[in-house]
């Protein structure tokens, strides 16, 4: 397993070499630029990453290693950052969990591991089913009916569903997408759907997003 470290603390680093290097290739970059530099250019099962870096800091670097990879590595966010809003920065940079400094070595390698057992996702510009498709890049949905907007929890839920189509995606799986291991209240998840449906039905496709009772949400070519 290749897991990139981007961590400017030499003593980190060599604290989590020392811990992991008997289990993981481990590649370590010291700044934001060289992180990201290394995250696009190579292959890696996951990635751990800093929030506060010389150069582009730990939020930027996620976010543009999300819109310039081809094949995406998940990503854990290390910081000493603990509130709920630094959390959700993180979450909505692109990041698929994230560890409070100071932390135990054994969860990070319990995280990692955890991680690196989830497929890949890949990186389009465009993802699409039937009738409908996402342009991820101005987070829009397309039909023939026209064009709809979509808030970025909204478009991260849409693209999951559309990577999966036409198999179920759990609420789980949803859940830890938008917010990793700590998700808000249980109404959060059910107000983004709502909303997802919204848009859904203003371009007369809301039909195509179905309920699977006891399971998740799915995209189907009929009711």
């Given at each position: 397993?290749?897991?990139?470290?981007?961590?400017?603390?030499?003593?980190?680093q060599a604290n989590i070499a020392e811990y992991l290097e008997e289990d993981y290739s481990l590649d370590f970059?010291?700044?934001?630029?060289?992180?990201?530099?290394?995250?696009?250019?190579g292959s890696y099962d996951v990635i751990v990453l800093d929030v506060m870096l010389p150069g582009r800091d730990?939020?930027?670097?996620?976010?543009?290693?999300?819109?310039?990879?081809?094949?995406?590595?998940?990503?854990?966010?290390?910081?000493?950052?603990?509130?709920?809003?630094?959390?959700?920065?993180?979450?909505?940079?692109?990041?698929?969990?994230?560890?409070?400094?100071?932390?135990?070595?054994?969860?990070?390698?319990?995280?990692?591991?955890?991680?690196?057992?989830?497929?890949?996702?890949?990186?389009?510009?465009?993802?699409?089913?039937?009738?409908?498709?996402?342009?991820?890049?101005?987070q829009s949905i397309q039909s023939l009916a026209g064009t709809a907007p979509l808030h970025e929890k909204e478009?991260?839920?849409?693209?999951?569903?559309?990577?999966?189509?036409?198999?179920?995606?759990?609420?789980?799986?949803?859940?830890?997408?938008?917010?990793?291991?700590?998700?808000?209240?249980?109404?959060?998840?059910?107000?983004?759907?709502?909303?997802?449906?919204?848009?859904?039905?203003?371009?007369?496709?809301?039909?195509?997003?179905?309920?699977?009772?006891?399971?998740?949400?799915?995209?189907?070519?009929?009711?």
């Open positions: 397993m290749r897991v990139l470290i981007v961590e400017d603390n030499l003593d980190i970059a010291y700044s934001g630029d060289q992180g990201l530099e290394l995250a696009v250019g730990g939020l930027e670097v996620c976010a543009a290693y999300r819109c310039a990879a081809g094949l995406q590595a998940p990503i854990i966010m290390l910081t000493a950052r603990d509130t709920i809003d630094d959390k959700e920065a993180g979450f909505e940079a692109g990041a698929d969990d994230y560890l409070v400094k100071p932390f135990s070595l054994r969860e990070l390698k319990m995280r990692i591991d955890a991680l690196a057992r989830r497929p890949k996702s890949r990186n389009a510009p465009r993802l699409a089913f039937g009738s409908v498709a996402l342009d991820v890049s101005d478009a991260r839920i849409f693209a999951l569903l559309l990577e999966a189509a036409p198999e179920v995606v759990s609420t789980a799986d949803i859940s830890y997408a938008l917010w990793g291991e700590e998700p808000p209240e249980s109404g959060a998840l059910r107000t983004h759907i709502y909303n997802l449906r919204k848009a859904l039905s203003g371009l007369g496709v809301q039909d195509i997003l179905q309920t699977v009772r006891g399971k998740g949400y799915a995209l189907k070519d009929k009711p």
